[in-house]
């Protein structure tokens, strides 16, 4: 079955602590972006990947990292969380660049930064 | 920002009832889609209307663009209970590829 796996799904933790949400797609898709969703502020792009070694920044960067070593996987790194980071973040691929085809969502990981 | 802005932000109806849901945008764009999302959930794609195609249709779901306005509909038609959910406009702007999501409208079916 095609789809977009994160874990973990539900994360409570403390500013400061290192974490890593992990995203995997089994569609051999080129195109991989984050996303974060706030109520209010719909979704808002954090970083994208057009290819293996490739990412670039999206609207909201700034405190997240990323990294794309294989096809299939994009991790996304909070190095030092704050509660502004407190959200819904959404893994996607898509065999398009970037906007020109259908984009594949992973099923959210809820991240509370106490 | 090119941002979609939905239109009603919220929409509640009665089952069997047409669904009408507007997006408005504010550059050239090359593509816009509709999205849906479930409560809590992952996004699924709609439909995808190119900037030169001016209606598409799938299943219930009609999609109409107006590049001249700058706008775009989403009509459910024959709405049912499980159709309840956040649907969201996004918008790809003429000279890139970046996909740009709007506020969504939520969308209530009641039996």
């Known amino acids: 079955e095609a789809q977009v796996t994160q874990n973990p799904r539900y994360l409570i933790t403390v500013t400061g602590k290192k974490l890593t949400v992990t995203c995997s797609q089994n569609?051999?898709?080129?195109?991989m972006s984050w996303y974060r969703q706030d109520p209010g502020l719909g979704l808002r792009q954090i970083y994208y990947s057009m290819n293996v070694e490739v990412t670039d920044k999206g609207d909201v960067p700034e405190g997240y990292k990323v990294s794309r070593k294989e096809k299939r996987n994009f991790p996304l790194i909070l190095e030092s969380p704050s509660p502004n980071q407190t959200s819904l973040y959404f893994c996607?691929?898509?065999?398009?660049?970037?906007?020109?085809?259908?984009?594949?969502f992973g099923e959210g990981s809820r991240l509370t930064v106490l | 920002s090119q941002q979609g802005e939905e239109d009603p932000q919220a929409l509640s109806i009665q089952e069997g009832e047409n669904a009408t849901m507007n997006c408005s945008y504010k550059?050239?764009?090359?593509?816009l889609q509709w999205y849906r999302q479930n409560s809590g959930r992952g996004l699924v794609h709609l439909i995808l209307?190119?900037?030169?195609?001016r209606e598409k249709h799938s299943g219930r779901l009609r999609v109409t663009l107006d590049t001249s306005k700058k706008s775009s509909s989403l009509l459910i038609t024959a709405s049912r209970a499980a159709d309840t959910a956040s649907y969201f406009c996004?918008?790809?702007?003429?000279?890139?590829?970046?996909?740009?999501f709007g506020t969504g409208t939520r969308l209530q079916v009641f039996p």
């Open positions: 996004a918008t790809v702007h003429y000279n890139t590829d970046k996909l740009i």
């Open positions: 550059t050239s764009i090359n593509n």
């Open positions: 569609m051999n898709h080129e195109y």
């Open positions: 996607a691929s898509s065999s398009g660049r970037g906007g020109t085809g259908e984009l594949f």
């Open positions: 209307i190119r900037s030169n195609e």
